[in-house]
C-alpha cells in the first residue's frame, strides 16, 4: 500500500523557518521524482519544488533562494527547507511522488502570521 505522510507544519511568524518531511513507503521511492506542492484557500494548487532520481532540483521563481529541496534515499524521504518565510506561503504543502504516474500525501498546513 502506497504511503506518503507529510509532517514539520505549524504557525511561524514571518522570516522564520520550517522544516517539512514527506515519508514514504509502498513503492520504490529512489525511482520516483518527488516534488512538493502547496494549496492557499480560493487558490489552484501549485508547484513548489522538485527532485530528479539523479537529486536534480527545480523551483518555483516564488521560492527560489528560500525554500531548498532535498530526498534521502535510505529514509525513503523527501524534505522541504523553507527559509524567510512570507505571509503569502501559507498553504497546505503536499508531497507528491511521480513515475508516469503519481501518488499525493494528504497535506501538512504551514501557517505564516504575526
Known amino acids: 500500500q502506497v504511503q506518503l505522510v507529510e509532517s514539520g507544519g505549524g504557525l511561524v511568524q514571518p522570516g522564520g523557518s520550517l522544516r517539512l518531511s514527506c515519508a514514504a513507503s509502498?513503492?520504490?521511492?529512489?525511482?520516483?521524482?518527488m516534488s512538493w506542492y502547496r494549496q492557499a484557500p480560493g487558490k489552484e494548487r501549485e508547484l513548489v519544488a522538485l527532485?530528479?532520481?539523479?537529486?536534480?532540483?527545480n523551483y518555483a521563481d516564488s521560492v527560489k533562494g528560500r525554500f531548498t529541496i532535498s530526498r534521502d534515499n535510505a529514509k525513503n524521504t523527501v524534505y522541504l527547507q523553507m527559509n524567510s518565510l512570507k505571509p503569502e506561503d501559507t498553504a497546505v504543502y503536499y508531497c507528491?511522488?511521480?513515475?508516469?504516474?503519481?501518488?499525493w500525501g494528504q497535506g501538512t498546513q504551514v501557517t505564516v502570521s504575526s
Open positions: 507528491r511522488a511521480t513515475r508516469g504516474y503519481w501518488y
Open positions: 509502498g513503492f520504490t521511492f529512489s525511482t520516483y521524482t
Open positions: 527532485i530528479t532520481t539523479a537529486s536534480g532540483t
